[in-house]
C-alpha cells in the first residue's frame, strides 16, 4: 500500500526534476530582447601566389566583432566594433616583403541600426566598412549564425604604384554568442 503511494509521488518529482533541469538549459537570452553584448571572432588564412601582379600574398589574422545592442521592441540599435590580430604579408618579385601587423588594442567602431523579427536579427552598418546585407544572422538560443563566410577585401599597393584589391573569406561560416548584459 505504501509504495503504490511513493510511485506517483516520485513520478511527480520526476516530471518536476526533469522540468527545471529542461529550463534550466533554455536560453539565457530572454526570447523577446537580445539587447547585450554579443562577440564573435573570424579566422583569415591566405597562402596565394598572384600570377598577373607577380606577388605572393600571405595572411594569417583573426577578426572579433563586438556588438553592443539594444533591442527596443524589434528596433535594433548600437555599436559594432572590430579589432584585429595578426599579420598579412605581400611580396612583389624582385622586391623586399611587405608586412602588415594588425593590432587589436586599436579596434574600430561604428554605429548599427536594424530589427529583430524572430528568429532573424539584421542590421545595418551604413558608415562602416561592410558590404551591404553582411550582418543577417539567424538566432538560436545563445547563438546567432551568419550562415555565410565574412569576405575581407585587401588593397595592395605594388612597386609601380597602381593599386589593386584582393578578397579572402573567412576560414569558417561567421557566428556569434551572447556575453551578458551592456
Known amino acids: 500500500m505504501i509504495t503504490r503511494r511513493l510511485i506517483p509521488a516520485f513520478a511527480g518529482l520526476g516530471v518536476f526534476l526533469g522540468a527545471l533541469v529542461f529550463f534550466s538549459g533554455c536560453d539565457a537570452v530572454n526570447s523577446n530582447d537580445l539587447s547585450g553584448v554579443w562577440t564573435g571572432t573570424a579566422t583569415f588564412t591566405s597562402d596565394s601566389i598572384l600570377a598577373d601582379q607577380n606577388l605572393h600574398f600571405k595572411a594569417d589574422y583573426e577578426a572579433t566583432f563586438t556588438f553592443r545592442i539594444t533591442d527596443d521592441g524589434g528596433l535594433i540599435t548600437g555599436t559594432v566594433e572590430g579589432a584585429f590580430d595578426g599579420i598579412r604579408t605581400t611580396t612583389e618579385a624582385g622586391h623586399d616583403p611587405r608586412r602588415i601587423t594588425f593590432d587589436p588594442s586599436t579596434p574600430f567602431s561604428d554605429e548599427l541600426f536594424g530589427t529583430f523579427i524572430k528568429p532573424v536579427l539584421e542590421m545595418d552598418v551604413p558608415d562602416g566598412p561592410y558590404e551591404d546585407d553582411l550582418w ?32 579572402i573569406n573567412s576560414d569558417a561560416f561567421f557566428e556569434m554568442r551572447y556575453e551578458g548584459g551592456s
Open 136 to 167: 543577417t544572422f539567424n538566432v538560436a538560443g545563445n547563438g546567432a549564425k551568419l550562415n555565410r563566410f565574412l569576405t575581407h577585401q585587401h588593397t595592395v599597393t605594388l612597386a609601380d604604384s597602381t593599386d589593386f584589391t584582393f578578397d
